[in-house]
């Protein structure tokens, strides 16, 4: 009989020590994932906060034919977080072609855009026909569609 209980907390003790490693490594792994989300959840929100309108009104000519050639528009901040005023913070599509090329500028500010402030983006377009036309901005992956006519 003595040999039978030997090996029962054997084989107990084994169990005890496998379920420990267990629950370490599971309270490990919630850990991390729980800060991935934490993370996450920062990224979302800074997102959320961030919005902005297009405020060019399409009837008047925002493509300037004499001269260099660029469509000009105003976009506002109208989120509750500042956003950078830089090319590298917008992604703009013109009738379906990525702009690289694009200027920005903060009118009457400096370089960071403020909420409710206007940035002045200019987008070289040498050739557009006549016709209408489709300006797409994504900024923090808010879109925004702005269609205008030439």
């Known amino acids: 009989m003595a040999g ?11 169990a005890i020590l496998v ?15 729980s800060d991935a989300i934490s993370a996450r959840s920062l990224d979302v929100a800074g997102d959320v906060r ?7 009104d399409p009837g008047a000519p925002v493509w300037n034919t004499s001269g260099n050639g660029n469509v000009t528009v105003y976009v506002r901040n109208t989120g509750s977080s500042s956003l950078e005023a830089s090319p590298a913070a917008f992604d ?6 990525y702009e690289t090329d694009v200027s920005v500028s903060v009118v009457g500010a400096a370089s960071t855009w403020y909420s409710g402030e206007v940035v002045k983006l200019e987008i070289p377009a040498d050739n557009l026909d ?8 994504v900024v923090r992956e808010d879109e925004e569609v702005f269609t205008f006519r030439t």
């Open 92 to 97: 703009v599509i013109l009738d379906g072609q």
């Open 19 to 33: 379920a420990a490693s267990v629950a370490g490594t599971l309270t490990s792994e919630v850990g991390r994932v």
């Open 4 to 14: 039978g209980s030997a090996a029962e907390m054997i084989l107990f003790i084994a």
């Open 50 to 56: 961030a919005d902005t309108e297009i405020v060019s």
């Open 130 to 137: 006549a016709g209408d036309h489709r300006l797409k901005l």
